[in-house]
C-alpha cells in the first residue's frame, strides 16, 4: 500500500524524452494557434459573434464549401479506390510512374494548379470548350471548384488504401471462390470490410483537406458572392479588412467542422478496430 | 482388375517459371479414406492440394474426381471443401456468417442455411458461439470454423493445409483425434498436408510421402513405417540414425559388403545393462550412455558407439534405470540398408535362421 508498484521498464527507451519532445511541438504547431484563434474570437460579443457567422453571405459559402467538398470527396473515395486497385492488383508498363504521379497534387503549388486547371476549363481552354458545346460550364462554376478539390484529394485516398489493399492475403479471394462467391460478390462481402476503414480514412482527410483548401480554388471559382465564394475566401477577405475577430470567428467555426469530421472517423476506425483486434 | 479411386491424379506436373514444382505425380484414393499428404517442406504438398482444389493449373496430366476428368471445372464447382493454412476465416464476418458464406453463395433458402450452420456449429461444438467475430476466438476454435466452413456446402472431397501447424502443442494431440474422428463421422473423403509424421502416421489411412516434387512412397502407416522403400522415407520417417560403419556391427557383418548406408531405429534394439542375462552374447556391440529422457511409458537414451555413432534406445520403465556415462551392451535385430534407388530391412544373422540372406 505504501508503495506503488515498481516503474515498468519499457522495450524501447526514451519515453519520457520523446513524449516531452512530441508535446511540446504539438503545443508549438497545433494547440497554440487554435487557443490565439479563441483569444481573438473572443474580443466579440456572443451576439456580435453568432451573427458574423450566420450572416447570409457566410452561411452560403458555408454551403458552398461542404456541398463542394463533400461531392469531390466522394468521387475521391470511388476514383481513389479505383486507382489503387489498379496499382495493386495488375502489372503494366508505366506503373511504377504511375505511381509516382500521385503525389503531385501534393508537391505542386497548390496556386500552379489553380491555374492551369482554370486555363483547361474556360470556354476557350481544352477541356471547358469540349464541355462549352454541351451547355456545361466548368471554370467559376461550383463544378470547377470541384474539379479542383478533386485534383488535391486523390493522393488521400489512393496512399491510406493502397498498402492494406497489398496486404489482404489472397487466400480470403480464393476461400470465397472455392465456395463459388462472383468476383463481384466477393469484392463487396470480403475485400470491401478489408479496406473500408482504410477508405474512411482517406475519405476524411480529403473531405477536411477540401473544406480548407484556399490557393486552387479561388482561381478557379470566380469568387461570386453567395455563388462560388468558399469560406475560406471570406476569412482571407476579413483579414485583408484588418476585421480579425469575424475572421476567426469563422475561422472558428471551420475548425469546428473539422474536428467533428475527424472525431466521427475516430469513432468509425475504432468500431472496426474492435472487430479485427478482438477487444471488447 | 483396375482398382476404383474416388480421386486419381496422372502425370501431373507443374513449374513455377523454370522451378519444377511437381514432377509425375501419380496417385489414387479411395472413397471415405483420410489420407495424409506427408513431406519436408517445399516438397510440393501444398502445390498438390491445390492443383486438386483448382486454384492452381498443372502443365500436364489429369485430375480425376468421382470418374469425371475435373481438368477444366473451374474450382468451386468441384465439389471440394478447402481449409486453408491459416483458415482466412472472414474478419469482419461473425462465426455464423462465416459458415453460412458458401451457402448463401449458393442461394440456398434463409431457413434452411439457419438449420444448417447451427447443424454445423454443433457438429464441432461452437454452439453459443455464432455471433462471435473469428478474432475473439482461440486457435482451435478458429479451425473448427474453417473446417464448419468448409463442409457446410456438403462437399465430397474435404482438402486441408497443415490444419494443425498453427496450434500450440498442447491442443494439437487433442484436436488431431477431433479431426479424425470428426471425418470418419461425417464419412467424407479427405486429405490433409502435413510436415509432422507423427500427425499422419497417427490421423492418416493411408500416407503419401512427397519430396523435391516427387512422390516417394504410399502406403499405409504401418507398412509406410516398417518397410520404407526408398533411401528418402527411409531417413524420414522414425527416430532414424545413421549408421556408418556397419561392418562394426556384429552381427551384420555378413552383409557388410552389399550395404552402403544403413539407418537404426531405437525399436531395433536392445540395451543391456552390466549383468543383466544377454540373449545373444556375441553379437552384442559395447556403449555409453551419453544422455536419457524419460518419455512415460519408456526412457529415451542416446548411447554413443565405439566409433562415435550416437544411437537412439527405449528401455521400459520397470527396468533398472542406466546412468549417464554408464557402459551398456546393445544389441540389433535389424537395420535398414539402402542404396541410390531402394531401401531393404537387414535382419541380424541370429535372427535370419539358418541361411543367412540379404534380400
Ligand atoms: N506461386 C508460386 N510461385 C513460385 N514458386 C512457388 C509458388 N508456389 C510454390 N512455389 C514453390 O514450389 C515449391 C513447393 O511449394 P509448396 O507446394 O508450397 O510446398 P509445401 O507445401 O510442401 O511446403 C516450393 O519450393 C515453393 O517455393
Ligand atoms: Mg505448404
Same mark, same amino acid.
Given at each position: 500500500?505504501?508503495?506503488?508498484?515498481?516503474?515498468?521498464?519499457?522495450?524501447?527507451?526514451?519515453?519520457?524524452?520523446? @513524449?516531452?519532445?512530441?508535446?511540446?511541438?504539438?503545443?508549438? #504547431?497545433? #494547440?497554440?494557434? @487554435?487557443?490565439?484563434?479563441?483569444?481573438?474570437?473572443?474580443?466579440?460579443?456572443?451576439?456580435?459573434?453568432?451573427?458574423? $457567422?450566420?450572416?447570409?453571405?457566410?452561411?452560403?459559402?458555408?454551403?458552398?464549401?461542404?456541398?463542394?467538398?463533400? #461531392?469531390?470527396?466522394?468521387?475521391?473515395?470511388?476514383?481513389?479506390?479505383?486507382?489503387?486497385? $489498379? !496499382?495493386?492488383?495488375?502489372?503494366?508498363?508505366?506503373?511504377?510512374?504511375?505511381?509516382?504521379?500521385?503525389? =503531385?497534387?501534393?508537391?505542386?503549388?497548390?496556386?500552379?494548379?489553380? +491555374?492551369?486547371?482554370?486555363?483547361?476549363?474556360?470556354?476557350?481552354?481544352?477541356?471547358?470548350? !469540349?464541355?462549352?458545346?454541351?451547355?456545361?460550364?466548368?471554370?467559376?462554376?461550383?463544378?470547377?471548384?470541384?474539379?479542383?478539390?478533386?485534383?488535391?484529394?486523390?493522393?488521400?485516398?489512393?496512399?491510406?488504401?493502397?498498402?492494406?489493399?497489398?496486404?489482404?492475403?489472397?487466400?480470403?479471394?480464393?476461400? &470465397?471462390?472455392?465456395?463459388?462467391?462472383?468476383?463481384?460478390?466477393?469484392?463487396?462481402?470480403?475485400?470491401?470490410?478489408?479496406?473500408?476503414?482504410?477508405?474512411?480514412?482517406?475519405?476524411?482527410? &480529403?473531405? &477536411?483537406?477540401?473544406?480548407?483548401?484556399?490557393?486552387? $480554388?479561388?482561381? =478557379?471559382?470566380?469568387?461570386?458572392?453567395?455563388?462560388?465564394?468558399?469560406?475560406?475566401?471570406?476569412?482571407?477577405?476579413?483579414?485583408?479588412?484588418?476585421?480579425?475577430?469575424?475572421?476567426?470567428?469563422? &475561422?472558428? $467555426?471551420?475548425?469546428?467542422?473539422?474536428?467533428?469530421? !475527424?472525431? +466521427?472517423?475516430?469513432?468509425?476506425?475504432?468500431?472496426?478496430?474492435?472487430?479485427?483486434?478482438? =477487444?471488447? | 482388375?483396375?482398382?476404383?479411386?474416388?480421386?486419381?491424379?496422372?502425370?501431373?506436373?507443374?513449374?513455377?517459371?523454370?522451378?519444377?514444382?511437381?514432377?509425375?505425380?501419380?496417385? %489414387?484414393?479411395?472413397?471415405?479414406?483420410?489420407?495424409?499428404?506427408?513431406? *519436408?517442406?517445399?516438397?510440393?504438398?501444398?502445390?498438390?492440394?491445390?492443383?486438386?482444389?483448382?486454384?492452381?493449373?498443372?502443365?500436364?496430366?489429369?485430375?480425376?474426381?468421382?470418374?469425371?476428368?475435373?481438368?477444366?471445372? *473451374?474450382?468451386?464447382?468441384?465439389?471440394?471443401?478447402?481449409?486453408?493454412?491459416?483458415?482466412?476465416?472472414?474478419?469482419?464476418?461473425?462465426?455464423?456468417?462465416?459458415?453460412?458464406? %458458401?451457402?448463401?453463395?449458393?442461394?440456398?433458402?434463409?431457413?434452411?442455411?439457419?438449420?444448417?450452420?447451427?447443424?454445423?456449429?454443433?457438429?464441432?461444438?461452437?454452439?453459443?458461439?455464432?455471433?462471435?467475430?473469428?478474432?475473439?476466438?482461440?486457435?482451435?476454435?478458429?479451425?473448427?470454423?474453417?473446417?464448419?466452413?468448409?463442409?457446410? *456446402?456438403?462437399?465430397?472431397?474435404?482438402?486441408?493445409?497443415?490444419?494443425?501447424?498453427?496450434?500450440?502443442?498442447?491442443?494439437?494431440?487433442?484436436?488431431?483425434?477431433?479431426?479424425?474422428?470428426?471425418?470418419?463421422?461425417?464419412?467424407?473423403?479427405?486429405?490433409?498436408?502435413?510436415?509432422?509424421?507423427?500427425?499422419?502416421?497417427?490421423?492418416?489411412?493411408?500416407?503419401?510421402?512427397?519430396?523435391?516434387?516427387?512422390?516417394?512412397?504410399?502406403?499405409?502407416?504401418?507398412?509406410?513405417?516398417?518397410? *520404407?522403400?526408398?533411401?528418402?522415407?527411409?531417413?524420414?520417417?522414425?527416430?532414424?540414425?545413421?549408421?556408418?560403419?556397419?561392418?562394426?556391427?556384429?552381427?551384420?557383418?555378413?552383409?557388410?559388403?552389399?550395404?552402403?548406408?544403413?539407418?537404426?531405429?531405437?525399436?531395433?534394439?536392445?540395451?543391456?545393462?552390466?549383468?543383466?542375462?544377454?540373449?545373444?552374447?556375441?553379437?552384442?556391440?559395447?556403449?555409453?550412455?551419453?544422455?536419457?529422457?524419460?518419455?512415460?511409458?519408456?526412457?529415451?537414451?542416446?548411447?554413443?558407439?565405439?566409433?562415435?555413432?550416437?544411437?537412439?534406445?527405449?528401455?521400459?520403465?520397470?527396468?533398472?534405470?542406466?546412468?549417464?556415462?554408464?557402459?551398456?551392451?546393445?544389441?540389433?535385430?535389424?537395420?535398414?540398408?539402402?542404396?541410390?534407388?531402394?531401401?531393404?530391412?537387414?535382419?541380424?544373422?541370429?535372427?535370419?535362421?539358418?541361411?543367412?540372406?540379404?534380400?
Amino acid at each position: 500500500m505504501k508503495r506503488k508498484q515498481k516503474k515498468k521498464t519499457r522495450v524501447i527507451p526514451g519515453f519520457g524524452l520523446s @513524449l516531452g519532445v512530441t508535446v511540446t511541438i504539438l503545443s508549438l #504547431v497545433v #494547440v497554440i494557434p @487554435l487557443c490565439s484563434l479563441v483569444v481573438f474570437t473572443s474580443q466579440l460579443s456572443f451576439s456580435d459573434f453568432l451573427s458574423t $457567422v450566420t450572416s447570409s453571405r457566410v452561411m452560403s459559402s458555408y454551403w458552398v464549401s461542404f456541398s463542394t467538398a463533400l #461531392v469531390a470527396s466522394l468521387i475521391n473515395a470511388g476514383m481513389g479506390l479505383m486507382i489503387a486497385w $489498379v !496499382l495493386v492488383r495488375y502489372d503494366f508498363p508505366g506503373k511504377r510512374i504511375m505511381d509516382g504521379m500521385i503525389e =503531385i497534387p501534393f508537391a505542386l503549388p497548390t496556386a500552379v494548379a489553380g +491555374i492551369s486547371l482554370t486555363h483547361l476549363t474556360t470556354t476557350n481552354g481544352w477541356v471547358g470548350s !469540349l464541355f462549352d458545346k454541351i451547355g456545361i460550364q466548368i471554370a467559376y462554376t461550383r463544378i470547377g471548384i470541384t474539379v479542383a478539390l478533386v485534383f488535391i484529394g486523390i493522393p488521400f485516398v489512393v496512399r491510406s488504401v493502397q498498402p492494406v489493399l497489398e496486404k489482404i492475403d489472397p487466400q480470403y479471394e480464393e476461400a &470465397a471462390g472455392m465456395m463459388g462467391a462472383t468476383r463481384c460478390y466477393t469484392f463487396f462481402r470480403v475485400i470491401l470490410p478489408e479496406i473500408l476503414p482504410a477508405l474512411i480514412a482517406g475519405f476524411t482527410m &480529403a473531405f &477536411a483537406r477540401c473544406l480548407g483548401e484556399y490557393g486552387s $480554388v479561388v482561381f =478557379i471559382a470566380g469568387n461570386t458572392p453567395y455563388k462560388t465564394e468558399i469560406t475560406p475566401l471570406l476569412i482571407m477577405a476579413q483579414l485583408q479588412e484588418y476585421d480579425y475577430a469575424s475572421a476567426t470567428s469563422i &475561422a472558428l $467555426v471551420m475548425l469546428i467542422a473539422a474536428f467533428l469530421i !475527424l472525431f +466521427i472517423n475516430a469513432v468509425l476506425q475504432s468500431r472496426t478496430s474492435k472487430i479485427v483486434s478482438g =477487444i471488447e | 482388375m483396375e482398382q476404383q479411386y474416388y480421386v486419381e491424379m496422372r502425370d501431373i506436373n507443374k513449374q513455377f517459371g523454370d522451378f519444377q514444382a511437381l514432377e509425375q505425380i501419380n496417385f %489414387g484414393i479411395e472413397k471415405g479414406k483420410l489420407i495424409g499428404l506427408l513431406g *519436408p517442406s517445399g516438397s510440393g504438398k501444398t502445390t498438390i492440394l491445390r492443383i486438386l482444389a483448382g486454384l492452381e493449373t498443372a502443365e500436364t496430366g489429369d485430375i480425376i474426381i468421382n470418374g469425371q476428368v475435373v481438368n477444366d471445372i *473451374p474450382a468451386s464447382q468441384r465439389g471440394i471443401g478447402f481449409v486453408f493454412q491459416n483458415y482466412a476465416l472472414f474478419r469482419y464476418m461473425t462465426v455464423f456468417e462465416n459458415v453460412a458464406f %458458401g451457402l448463401r453463395v449458393q442461394k440456398w433458402p434463409k431457413s434452411r442455411v439457419k438449420e444448417r450452420v447451427n447443424e454445423m456449429l454443433r457438429l464441432v461444438g461452437l454452439e453459443g458461439l455464432e455471433k462471435r467475430y473469428p478474432s475473439q476466438l482461440s486457435g482451435g476454435q478458429r479451425q473448427r470454423v474453417a473446417f464448419a466452413r468448409a463442409l457446410a *456446402p456438403e462437399p465430397q472431397l474435404l482438402l486441408l493445409d497443415e490444419p494443425f501447424a498453427a496450434i500450440d502443442a498442447k491442443v494439437r494431440q487433442e484436436l488431431r483425434r477431433w479431426l479424425k474422428g470428426m471425418i470418419s463421422t461425417v464419412g467424407i473423403t479427405s486429405i490433409f498436408v502435413t510436415h509432422d509424421q507423427e500427425e499422419a502416421i497417427e490421423v492418416a489411412d493411408e500416407i503419401i510421402i512427397t519430396n523435391q516434387g516427387r512422390i516417394e512412397q504410399i502406403g499405409k502407416p504401418v507398412d509406410i513405417y516398417r518397410n *520404407p522403400t526408398t533411401p528418402f522415407v527411409a531417413r524420414f520417417i522414425g527416430d532414424s540414425a545413421e549408421l556408418e560403419n556397419v561392418h562394426l556391427f556384429p552381427g551384420f557383418e555378413y552383409a557388410a559388403d552389399q550395404i552402403k548406408h544403413a539407418i537404426i531405429r531405437p525399436e531395433y534394439l536392445t540395451v543391456y545393462k552390466k549383468g543383466e542375462p544377454v540373449e545373444y552374447p556375441n553379437s552384442v556391440e559395447p556403449g555409453v550412455v551419453v544422455q536419457s529422457a524419460f518419455r512415460g511409458t519408456v526412457t529415451e537414451y542416446q548411447i554413443r558407439l565405439s566409433d562415435g555413432t550416437i544411437l537412439t534406445a527405449n528401455r521400459l520403465v520397470d527396468t533398472a534405470p542406466l546412468a549417464e556415462g554408464e557402459q551398456v551392451q546393445i544389441f540389433a535385430r535389424r537395420l535398414l540398408a539402402f542404396d541410390e534407388e531402394r531401401a531393404f530391412p537387414v535382419e541380424n544373422i541370429c535372427l535370419a535362421g539358418v541361411r543367412p540372406y540379404v534380400i
